[in-house]
């Protein structure tokens, strides 16, 4: 799944995004030609998108690693020592699951709500669809070397990160 340059990578700051865009969308949809009805089927989708990413995901990697370890303990642990069975990490009540597909709605809509012709840069800053070109963090690109040695001949390998610019130079 490729992610745009306006959406976040990384889960806590997609909950922040997520919970920006469903309270803007309440303001700015209709304007683009959002139905009340799809707006409320968006905020669904994402107060679930959202639950999932800071209770459902991280209850059930944290699951996941408490009976691999007792699996491990179980079968390779010493007779002497004790072992209790994980409980299951308990978290809070989910919203009603929606049918699968959130991101690719979510994309779809913001397609459809930069194509209205009511659509202004000042609504897209605002609902926070609109790529940002520089990275306050990252002013620069980085880049690093690897040497690569081979039989007849050696070569530098350059990688590099643009954070969002257009390009670089070499």
């Known amino acids: 799944m490729s992610m745009l340059h306006f959406f976040p990578a990384t889960d806590a700051e ?39 990413i800071q209770f459902g995901y991280p209850a059930r990697l944290n699951d996941a690693k408490a009976i691999a370890a007792y699996k491990k303990q179980l079968l390779t642990g010493h007779s002497q020592d ?6 299951p990490i308990s978290t809070p009540k989910p919203p009603p699951q929606p049918v699968p597909g959130i991101y690719t709605r979510l994309m779809n ?17 605002d609902l926070g669809i609109i790529p940002l070109m520089h990275s306050v963090e990252h002013s620069d690109p980085g880049y690093w070397l690897t040497t690569e040695i081979g039989m007849n001949a050696s070569r ?7 954070y969002g610019h257009e390009g670089i130079w070499i």
């Open 156 to 162: 530098v390998q350059i990688d590099f990160t643009k």
């Open 82 to 87: 004790s072992i209790i069975y994980p409980e």
């Open 14 to 52: 997609q909950v922040n995004w997520l919970t920006h865009y469903a309270l803007r969308l309440t303001i700015n949809g209709t304007t683009c030609g959002i139905s009340a009805r799809e707006i409320a089927r968006t905020q669904a989708d994402l107060l679930y998108h959202r639950w999932f």
């Open 109 to 125: 809509q913001i397609s459809r709500i930069k194509a209205s012709p009511n659509y202004t840069e000042t609504i897209g800053k």
